[in-house]
């Protein structure tokens, strides 16, 4: 299971930095300028709603924030990633301390060989969307934004991207 997490990790840590190089690549006009990315706009459900939504940015991409065990951590949504992959920072704030996992799994990420410590989060909730016992990795170094993968996405009735939003059905 950990191997398939490690690969879903590098094809995902791969298409981020992918994603980078074309930001940069814009029409030169803001070559010098970094790209801020734009918040996402997370709505609730209703309580009679059967789904929850995260709006697209205006980066393209869906950002979502959400209660991880309790704390808010703010995730890229990556369909191409095998499980939720969390910075250091990220993890610390959570209560993990990162000097002191076991960096026992080697994903390959964009900016090369990363160490990853594996790890389960109680629970992950979404605008209302919520899975527990979530496998995440954690990684050493690299990754500058917490990745939400499949080993969330997965455990969801079903998801759907369109043109303006996630889908998201508990």
């Given at each position: 299971?950990i191997r398939v997490?490690?690969?879903?990790?590098?094809?995902?840590?791969?298409?981020?930095?992918?994603?980078?190089?074309?930001?940069?690549?814009?029409?030169?006009?803001?070559?010098?300028?970094?790209?801020?990315?734009?918040?996402?706009?997370?709505?609730?459900?209703?309580?009679?709603?059967?789904?929850?939504?995260?709006?697209?940015?205006?980066?393209?991409?869906?950002?979502?924030?959400?209660?991880v065990d309790g704390?808010?951590?703010?995730?890229?949504?990556?369909?191409?990633?095998?499980?939720?992959?969390?910075?250091?920072?990220?993890?610390?704030?959570?209560?993990?301390?990162?000097?002191?996992?076991?960096?026992?799994?080697?994903?390959?990420?964009?900016?090369?060989?990363?160490?990853?410590?594996?790890?389960?989060?109680?629970?992950?909730?979404?605008?209302?969307?919520?899975?527990?016992?979530?496998?995440?990795?954690?990684?050493?170094?690299?990754?500058?934004?917490?990745?939400?993968?499949?080993?969330?996405?997965?455990?969801?009735?079903?998801?759907?991207?369109?043109?303006?939003?996630?889908?998201?059905?508990?």
């Amino acid at each position: 299971m950990i191997r398939v997490l490690a690969i879903g990790c590098i094809a995902a840590l791969s298409a981020i930095g992918a994603a980078r190089t074309i930001a940069s690549l814009d029409d030169g006009a803001h070559a010098a300028t970094p790209v801020l990315l734009a918040e996402a706009a997370i709505s609730a459900p209703t309580p009679a709603a059967t789904t929850a939504q995260v709006s697209k940015s205006a980066d393209g991409h869906y950002w979502a924030e959400a209660m991880v065990d309790g704390k808010v951590v703010r995730f890229l949504v990556d369909t191409g990633a095998t499980a939720v992959a969390l910075t250091a920072d990220d993890a610390r704030r959570l209560g993990y301390n990162p000097a002191g996992l076991d960096y026992r799994h080697e994903v390959i990420t964009a900016e090369g060989r990363v160490k990853a410590a594996a790890v389960q989060l109680r629970s992950i909730s979404i605008a209302g969307a919520r899975v527990d016992n979530v496998d995440a990795l954690i990684l050493e170094r690299g990754l500058h934004t917490s990745l939400l993968g499949m080993s969330y996405l997965g455990k969801l009735q079903s998801f759907e991207a369109t043109r303006t939003s996630l889908i998201l059905k508990p």
